[in-house]
């Protein structure tokens, strides 16, 4: 039973570019969650994805934005880069019920220059 | 708002020593849950133990015990006999079912290292 993938494991970019992040949920999940975790920092939650819509999002702004396709999987794209947007993205998949356990992928090691 | 505050920024122990982990949290949820997880220098969150506001029963799993007391918006985490593995990162996370739903709040993280 394969866990969360994500992809790519490591990305470097410049600041003003684009990027987009990739999440496959477990076997037997429907919801996607993104998290931002900033060097020596905890995970802050971005937003959550069920049934292709976002169901709960976190202070950040409009460039980060998401999607979910049939399959649960989800990308996470974040537009316009700042330095500060240097972080590990984690994705974490669930079922969609409070309080439910989710599961993290190995995370998107992004540096922007 | 809610908000989790793990004080110990870091601990050294020397392998086989006890060692707790120290978590606060505060919710004004009366449903809410409560997870530690370990993170590994590999960078992958790893779950260890989830428990809800109405169980309060402690446990001990192998070298893993966990003290969770809503009298005092605690809920510790203690390894027995620690081994230079343990050596991670660790964060006690939390969700509210009335205000949060699923999405998790995160304490700053308590770095562990165990010294052979």
């Known amino acids: 039973d394969a866990g969360v993938t994500q992809s790519p494991t490591h990305l470097i970019k410049t600041r003003g570019q684009q990027v987009t992040l990739r999440c496959s949920p477990k076997s037997g999940h429907d919801t996607v969650s993104w998290y931002q975790q900033a060097l020596g920092q905890g995970p802050q939650f971005i937003f959550q994805?069920?049934?292709?819509?976002?169901?709960q999002r976190g202070n950040f702004p409009d460039r980060f934005s998401g999607h979910q396709f049939p399959n649960y999987s989800s990308e996470l794209n974040v537009n316009a880069l700042l330095l500060g947007d240097s972080a590990l993205y984690l994705c974490a998949s669930s079922i969609y019920r409070a309080g439910e356990t989710q599961y993290f992928g190995p995370g998107t090691r992004l540096l922007v220059l | 708002a809610q908000k989790v505050t793990q004080a110990q920024t870091e601990i050294s122990v020397v392998e086989k020593e006890d060692v707790t982990l120290d978590c606060v949290y505060e919710?004004?949820?009366?449903?809410?849950?409560l997870f530690w997880y370990k993170q590994p220098p590999s960078g992958e969150l790893v779950f260890l133990i989830r428990?809800?506001?109405?169980?309060?029963q402690n446990e001990i799993s192998g070298r893993y015990s966990w003290n969770f007391q809503k009298s005092t918006s605690s809920f510790n985490f203690t390894i027995t006999a620690s081994q230079v593995v343990d050596s991670a990162v660790y964060f006690c996370?939390?969700?509210?079912?009335?205000?949060?739903?699923?999405?998790?709040?995160f304490g700053e993280g308590t770095q562990l290292t165990v010294n052979p």
């Open positions: 919710t004004r949820d009366t449903t809410y849950y």
């Open positions: 428990r809800n506001s109405f169980d309060e």
């Open positions: 994805y069920y049934e292709e819509e976002e169901r």
């Open positions: 996370a939390l969700s509210g079912k009335e205000t949060s739903g699923s999405r998790l709040t």
